[in-house]
């Protein structure tokens, strides 16, 4: 079956106590056995719940791995992979990441002795180059974060297990439903549930997926061991958010592609970020890896400083001012003051990420709308 009939369809068979089409969400924290030392498949909701299993066989599903494992929030996830490390070893990563990330990996498992080097990942040379013979993790995000770089997943899973080292990719901007690292070679595939997975800016979430099951029991152990899982409510709008998530990004995508070549066109607009414009660097590579879709983020820089683009953000009507993304609604935010503050400015601007740096989520309203609420916010600094 295609992606959109096996997400509306997976983990949503009739109740066959009741017939109801949508399964009830357990909220039990805790499960009767049969007998002492005789246990059935769920014991203690930290372990295993039945309303967040749905959620991660579904998405296990969908991103070809063998299971899944989902948690509080996306970083939760993150900083599980992190702890199939030990001190001394070595993650090679990219430039152009979530700053959060970016905290985690420089500010807190740094403290661990886990050390960390950023590259180009568009540049598989560098790629190669970077790794240490104590490196473990290649991670990832394609498109990236918030310059929207585009990674070649296949050549850099390539690269990372001729060195025998773990490839694991952040896909919460491409989502399953236009790209599946798995399929392309990452061993680990991580989103941001709170994101195009639920959808709708009212659940925070994180899930894995990975393509071997004992890398699947050693992450599972890890997660039951530090308990930051995502509770049944949560699992429950997550596992719903799939049923609608190729008809969303689709829609979102082609909104953004008419937002960003408006901006491309645009006399305030010093340069547009955004992979299904032919300029963009990973334009090809994106063309193939993204299912023909290019994803619905369009970054841009403004001509001016740091005060001009906060004005063109303070200005919008229909683009809410707030971080996250991946929602019904549209929203603006400036990263050099708001998701990538976390990075030391001096390493903002090694990486790219200027003080006119501007980053869209493209939602569901009408694109002549947001454009024409873009439009007036420019005419604030033209």
């Given amino acids: 079956m295609k992606f959109r009939t096996r997400a509306i369809h997976l983990g949503f068979d009739p109740d066959p106590q009741t017939g109801a089409v949508v399964p009830p969400i357990h909220l039990a924290t805790t499960f009767a056995q049969p007998a002492a030392g005789e246990w059935r498949e769920f014991d203690y909701s930290r372990s295993g719940n039945p309303t967040r299993k749905a959620f991660e066989n579904a998405i296990a599903a969908l991103e070809s ?4 494992l989902a948690f509080a929030s996306g970083m939760a996830a993150i900083h599980c992979v992190t702890q199939l490390l030990q ?4 993650i090679v990563t990219g430039q152009d990441i979530y700053g959060g990330t970016f905290r985690l990996f420089h500010k807190i498992i740094n403290r661990a002795g886990i050390s960390v080097t950023m590259v180009p990942t568009n540049d598989l040379d560098a790629v190669e180059k970077a790794f240490q013979p104590n490196t473990r993790l290649l991670w990832l995000e394609s498109p990236g974060n918030p310059l929207l770089t585009i990674t070649d997943i ?29 399929e392309l070679g990452a061993d680990i595939v991580m989103h941001s549930a709170t994101k195009y997975l639920g959808g709708h800016s009212d659940v925070l979430g994180g899930v894995l997926v990975v393509r071997d099951p004992e890398l699947y029991q050693r992450l599972y152990f890890i997660q039951n061991a530090t308990g930051a899982v995502m509770g049944p409510w949560e699992s429950y709008l997550c596992h719903r958010g799939l049923r609608t998530l190729e008809l969303r990004i689709r829609e979102q995508c082609r909104s953004a592609m008419a937002i960003a070549q408006f901006l491309a066109g645009h006399p305030a607009v010093r340069r547009v970020y955004y992979p299904g414009l032919p300029d963009h660097p990973g334009h ?13 983020m369009v970054s841009f820089e403004v001509h001016g400083d740091i005060g001009t683009a906060r004005k063109v953000v303070n200005s919008t009507r229909l683009f809410h001012l707030a971080v996250s993304l991946g929602a019904v609604e549209s929203l603006i935010e400036q990263p050099a003051l708001m998701s990538h503050a976390s990075y030391d400015p001096e390493a903002r601007r090694a990486h790219g990420i200027s003080d006119t740096l501007i980053r869209l989520s493209i939602g569901l309203e009408d694109p002549e709308d947001l454009i024409a609420d873009l439009q007036q916010a420019l ?3 033209a």
């Fill in 154 to 182: 296949v050549a850099c899973a390539e690269i990372a297990h001729r060195h025998g080292v773990l490839v694991g990719v952040d896909s919460t901007f491409a989502t399953p439903a236009l790209t599946r690292p798995l």
């Fill in 87 to 90: 001190a001394g070893d070595h």
């Fill in 284 to 296: 090809e590579i994106a063309a193939r890896q993204m299912s023909g879709y290019f994803g619905a």
């Fill in 65 to 68: 791995g063998v299971g899944g």
């Fill in 379 to 381: 005419a604030q600094v």
